[in-house]
């Protein structure tokens, strides 16, 4: 019911090239992520932000630690979830 009903995740960073080049640390700590999150992840996390009204910061931080992506991101994580 899930494939039929939502539609695939394709989520991918945009970024404008002076950005890219000022924040080259953080543009790398997005590729991490990189096919990483299934379409069952982001549906989980869409429910959990939208229906269940949690905090997206709150839902992504244990995401990440859930996957144990956060040491992998260093100055994304440190960054962006305090």
Known sequence: MIKT???PYQG????RNDFYNKN???V???KV????????DM???NYLVNTKHQKASDVARKYL???????????LYE???C
């Open 65 to 75: 630690l859930r996957k144990k992506t956060y040491k992998k991101l260093g100055v």
């Open 33 to 40: 992520l990189q096919n990483k999150i299934t379409n069952k």
């Open 79 to 81: 960054s962006s979830c």
């Open 5 to 7: 009903f939502f539609p």
């Open 28 to 30: 790398k700590s997005l």
């Open 43 to 45: 549906i989980r996390m």
């Open 12 to 15: 991918a960073p945009l970024v």
């Open 24 to 26: 080259y640390k953080i």
